[in-house]
């Protein structure tokens, strides 16, 4: 059974940072993009960053530019998002994907979901 499980939200002030975790199951994802999603209440979720499935390509959500960084460490067949800066917008539920069988990077088409980790940023 193929499972993404995240870790690493949690409450932080205005500025602070956060690292997200997300831990494959059940199959490698070595050769898939993977992503992290979010969604904030009564909105609906968006693209946050993406990976290629060598790490060598990333593409970010302009809201977090430059303030969020997507990596992978294949032989963990794990990502992770470090966020700095973080702001109040920030909040939301943030969820891990990966790709089945696409090996191109972009903002649709995943296909394994983790359940989601909760991010609050107080101002």
């Known amino acids: 059974q193929v499972q993404l499980v995240e870790s690493g939200g949690g409450l932080v002030q205005a500025g602070g940072s956060l690292r997200l975790s997300c831990a494959a199951s059940?199959?490698?994802?070595?050769?898939?993009?993977m992503a992290w999603f979010r969604q904030a209440p009564g909105k609906e979720r968006e693209f946050v960053a993406g990976?290629?499935?060598?790490?060598?390509?990333?593409h970010y959500a302009d809201s977090v530019k430059g303030r969020f960084t997507i990596s992978r460490d294949n032989a963990k067949n794990t990502v992770y998002l470090q966020m700095s800066s973080l702001k109040p917008e920030d909040t939301a539920v943030y969820y891990c994907?990966?790709?089945?069988?696409?090996?191109?990077?972009?903002?649709?088409?995943?296909?394994?979901w983790g359940q989601g980790t909760q991010v609050t940023v107080s101002s």
């Open positions: 990976i290629s499935w060598s790490g060598g390509t990333t």
């Open positions: 994907a990966a790709k089945g069988s696409s090996r191109l990077l972009t903002e649709r088409g995943y296909d394994y």
């Open positions: 059940g199959r490698t994802f070595s050769n898939s993009p």
